[in-house]
Nanobody, 124 residues
Framework: QVQLVESGGGLVQVGDSLRLSCVAS????????MAWFRQGPGKERAFVAA????????RYADSGKGRFTISRDNAKNTMYLQMNSLKPEDTSVYYC?????????????????WGQGTQVTVSS
């Protein structure tokens, strides 16, 4: 059974940093795209960042460009999201997702596996 488990969320102050982790089990995603999405209070789930199987290709939503960095360690079957200069509007539940086939890019429907989410709260 495939599982994606996020960790690293928490309550931080404006300008702080957090690193989220997503550990996959049940299969390897070495050749598959993975991504982070988030859902803020009263909002729909939205794309944050995506990374290709090798890690060579990344894509970011405008909201995170220059502040967020997505990466992965395939030896550990783990994906990361480094978030710097956090803002109150970054407050959301962050979900990791994995594609069953290749590059997932931005659309949610390209991702077949989802974690349960980790809460990030940025306090001003």
């Amino acid at each position: 059974q495939v599982q994606l488990v996020e960790s690293g969320g928490g309550l931080v102050q404006v300008g702080d940093s957090l690193r989220l982790s997503c550990v996959a089990s049940g299969r390897t995603f070495v050749n598959n795209g993975m991504a982070w999405f988030r859902q803020g209070p009263g909002k729909e789930r939205a794309f944050v960042a995506a990374i290709s199987g090798s890690g060579a290709i990344t894509r970011y939503a405008d909201s995170g460009k220059g502040r967020f960095t997505i990466s992965r360690d395939n030896a550990k079957n783990t994906m990361y999201l480094q978030m710097n200069s956090l803002k109150p509007e970054d407050t959301s539940v962050y979900y990791c997702a994995a594609s069953a086939a290749g590059w997932g890019a931005t659309p949610q429907y390209n991702y077949n596996y989802w974690g349960q989410g980790t809460q990030v709260t940025v306090s001003s």
